[in-house]
């Protein structure tokens, strides 16, 4: 009984974290919808496309900072 409790409660912080949401997950998420919604061989369409999210962080950061 006592091991069962033991491993019911070490088990949470587990499953909690299974739904942790990120900002790189949604940013990373964003820019999967948008590729995948992009027309295939469009031209123009790297161009238009997200940049991935480190360098969005940096660009983001360098806003920031001024």
Request: proline share 5%.
């Amino acid at each position: 009984m006592i091991k069962r409790l033991l491993l019911t409660i070490s088990a949470l912080p587990l499953l909690a974290s299974c739904g942790v949401v990120t900002e790189r997950g949604v940013y990373e998420g964003i820019r999967a919808n948008q590729k995948a919604q992009s027309p295939v061989g469009a031209e123009g369409a790297t161009m238009k496309q997200l940049p991935d999210y480190d360098q969005y962080k940096k660009q983001r950061e360098g806003i920031t900072n001024r």
